[in-house]
């Protein structure tokens, strides 16, 4: 049984990670909110989220809500884990982050907060699927020359950043592999494809959980590889697979799902 403390708890997604570690037989032991969000002082059985006493805090008593857990997850904003994540790896305590949407900036102070700390994993997507799909796109650089690669996403309206991380992670695997040096968001008027770019499509759509296409086209064939998440459940599986993981981990360095999946 891992003991976790859950940031943004009475959002959708903390709601998913929540149920998924109970249902896993994990433990949780603190929840945090947004300051002034309703709900916070009131517990996860109160609210219906789930059949626990534990309360849900203000993210400025954070320190109260990690001090019993083992693993802290994290779905929630930029703004919010740059500044969580110095606090929860100055506790010691190990850390799942799935938030995306950062700057390089505040990338780089994150992975500055985490490394030779804590035992962490910060992926753009805890789906086991979609990091497979990494790995698949890799070996697609057997392809010669005179083939295009293109990727498209597709995600729910309430999606703030564009293109997605999972996005911006194949767009690196892509670049590296063809050598691309520049990528194009959308094309409009007279706009043919010049040799060095990628071309990377984002659609905000209704409810769409995550829709990721690899497209490679030559002269005479296309393969196209698609990857579908059904419900943001798959996101909350994997992220509490990883805490798992994690918390049989001691090194104090920041892994991504290729090692928790043993891809690397």
Same mark, same amino acid.
């Given at each position: 049984m891992v003991k976790l403390c859950v940031a943004g708890a009475a959002g959708r997604m903390g709601n998913a990670i929540i149920a998924e570690?109970?249902?896993? *037989?994990?433990?949780?032991?603190g929840v945090i909110e947004a300051p002034n969000t309703s709900g916070i002082g009131k517990s996860l059985k109160e609210l219906n989220i789930a059949n626990s006493a534990t309360k849900i805090l203000s993210s400025d008593k954070l320190n109260e809500a990690l001090a019993n857990s083992d693993v802290y997850i994290s779905f929630t904003t930029p703004a919010a884990e740059v500044l969580n994540i110095p606090i929860v790896a100055n506790?010691?305590?190990?850390?799942i982050l799935g938030t995306t949407g950062f700057t390089l900036e505040q990338t780089r102070q994150v992975v500055a907060?985490?490394? *030779?700390?804590?035992?962490a994993v910060f992926s753009p997507n805890f789906s086991v699927g979609v990091n497979i799909l990494f790995?698949?796109?890799e070996a697609l650089k057997a392809f010669p020359l005179g083939y295009d690669f293109s990727l498209s996403e597709?995600?729910?309206?309430g999606k703030k950043d564009a293109p997605s991380g999972t996005a911006k992670k194949l767009?690196?695997?892509v670049s590296q592999i063809r050598g691309y040096s520049?990528?194009?968001?959308?094309?409009?008027?007279?706009?043919p494809r010049q040799p060095a770019e990628l071309e990377s499509v984002a659609i905000r759509a209704g409810g769409v959980p995550g829709i990721h296409d690899v497209i490679v086209a030559g002269?005479?064939?296309?393969?196209r590889i698609e990857h579908i998440a059904f419900s943001r459940n798959v996101f909350a599986q994997g992220a509490v697979y990883a805490a798992d993981w994690l918390s049989k981990q001691s090194e104090p360095k920041v892994f991504s799902m290729a090692d928790v999946l043993g891809l690397t």
């Open positions: 570690a109970i249902m896993k *037989g994990h433990q949780i032991v506790q010691g305590k190990r850390i907060a985490m490394s *030779g700390k804590v035992p790995k698949i796109v597709i995600h729910h309206t767009e690196q695997i520049k990528t194009v968001y959308g094309r409009e008027g007279i706009s002269p005479y064939e296309m393969l």
